[in-house]
Structure formats: C-alpha cells, structure tokens
C-alpha cells in the first residue's frame, strides 16, 4: 500500500524475505556479483538492488540479515550506492527500502546482533502492526479474500465459508499469524468437496484451540 500510493507506484516493487535465503547466498540476492565471484558463477548476475531501482524494496524478517550484510545495507540506505560481490565498480542506485519483523530489535541491538547505526537509519517512520488476535474484526474480510485466491487457483470459484467455521476462525488465537491463516484456509479449500468450507474441513488445532489454548466448541462432520 506504501509503494502503490507513492510517487513510485509505476515503478518496480521487489520483495526479500531475509529468513528463506541463506546468509552465503544473500548478498549475491541483493547486490548481485561479476563474474568468477565464487565458485559457479560463470556469468555476471545483477541483484535485487538494480531491479529496484527507482522503486521500492521490501525486506521481510529484516532482522534475519547477516552482520556483515548489515553494513552493506546501511550504505546503500544512506549513500544509495553499493558494490557487487567480488567487484570493484561502485553502482548507483535509488531505491526506497521498507523493512518488516516480528524480533525485538532494539534488543538485538544490545546483544550485539544488529547494528544501531543500521538501525537508526532505517527507524524514520514506524508502523506497529498487533497480532492478529488482537484484531479478530479483520478475520473474517482475510479469510473470504484467501477463500477466493485459493478457490481460483484449484477452480472451486463461489466458494462459501460455513458459519461454524468461521466462528472456530475467529476464536482461535493464531499464533502464526495471517501466515497461519493463509495456511489453513487453503488446507481446507483442498479438502472441501460440496463447495463450502466446514469446520470439519480445518485443522484439529483451530478446532481445538490447541496451539494457543483457544476454548473452541469442536466442528461436527456432516
């Protein structure tokens, strides 16, 4: 939504999740590297950075970065310039960065495990997003909104969200989040057959209420 209503809504969007590339291949990812950079790189490869360029760059789990990675990102943050891996030519580059966690990171600082001038840098305008039990009122507009997207993918269109399940939605504490959300709405979209998604149809923990000690009337197969 920040990209789309900025000034650089027709440019490129490109996301990272910091935690599912392994810290040896990030760097390349980002800033991409010339040849013979290292074993296997027969040929040069442009990063993240440069298909940003003049858009915006999104770092999920910012807090999963490298040490090392880190410096990189506070230079090309404050000078908009960076170096790919194992080259020497400094590449210019403008592109707007936003960053999500869920970590502590002022205590990562204090532990040593994120930079403070990195992340000083990047705390110019902070959103805190609560946990989705805190915000139950927004369960149902998500769960309809991914009933669609998976319905699409796996042609079962019009599909309906049954009472029952969206009341054992809406109890269930989600500690995964909206990522858990997703996961379980799709769970059942593959499981349903009459083109409803019943209670039936979720996972026993949201029946439940296992995993967060959600008090859920269990669902009954029909």
Known sequence: AIHEHSSRSEQPFVAVNSGSVSPDLLESTLFGHVRDAFAGAVYPKKGLFDLADRGTLFFDEIGNVPLDTQSKLLRVNQDREFIRLGGVETVKVDARIIAATNLDLRQMMEDGRFREDLFYRLHVITITLPPLRARKDDIPLLAQHFLRKYGDENRKENLELAPEA???LTEYDWPGNVRELEN????????SQDGVVHGFHLPPTVQKGEASGTASR???AR
């Open 166 to 168: 969206l009341d054992l």
């Open 184 to 191: 379980v709405i799709e769970r059942a979209v593959l499981l």
């Open 218 to 220: 269990p669902s009954t």
